[in-house]
């Protein structure tokens, strides 16, 4: 089965930084988008940033650009999403998921809008992790 299991989350103040891992089973990236998504409670799921792991392309969502990054180690089969200067705002529970589309229809799509309708995702969305920002 396919599974990508976000983990890392927890509680910090604002200002501060966590690192989130996503790592992938059952399938191994083969040129597919990582993606990393959250949802905070009374919306939609939103996509933060995704990466190509087949050139390493990255693209953010405008609210998160310059303070999250996202990374991935491919023999490792796990994508990361560095967050720093985190604001409570962020607060959300965060997954990822791998799409056949490319990053330029991903960022198009889904990266300046909310909700993620239509994307068809490898697997099903797991439990993700929770991130919470004291202020």
């Known amino acids: 089965d396919v599974q990508l299991q976000a983990s890392g989350g927890g509680l910090v103040q604002a200002g501060g930084s966590l690192r989130l891992s996503c790592a992938a089973s059952?399938?191994?990236?083969?040129?597919?988008?990582i993606g990393w998504f959250r949802r905070a409670p009374g919306k939609e799921r939103e996509a933060v940033a995704c990466?190509?792991?087949?050139?390493?392309?990255?693209y953010y969502r405008d609210s998160v650009r310059g303070r999250f990054t996202i990374s991935s180690d491919n023999a490792k089969n796990t994508v990361y999403l560095q967050l720093n200067s985190l604001k409570p705002e962020d607060t959300a529970v965060y997954y990822c998921?791998?799409?056949?589309?490319?990053?330029?229809?991903?960022?198009?799509?889904?990266?300046?809008?909310?909700?993620?309708?239509?994307?068809?995702?490898?697997?099903?969305w797991g439990p993700g992790t929770q991130v919470t920002v004291s202020s």
């Open positions: 990466i190509s792991s087949s050139d390493g392309t990255t």
């Open positions: 059952g399938f191994t990236f083969d040129g597919d988008t």
């Open positions: 998921a791998a799409s056949r589309i490319s990053t330029s229809e991903f960022r198009g799509r889904y990266l300046n809008t909310v909700g993620v309708t239509g994307l068809r995702i490898l697997g099903s």
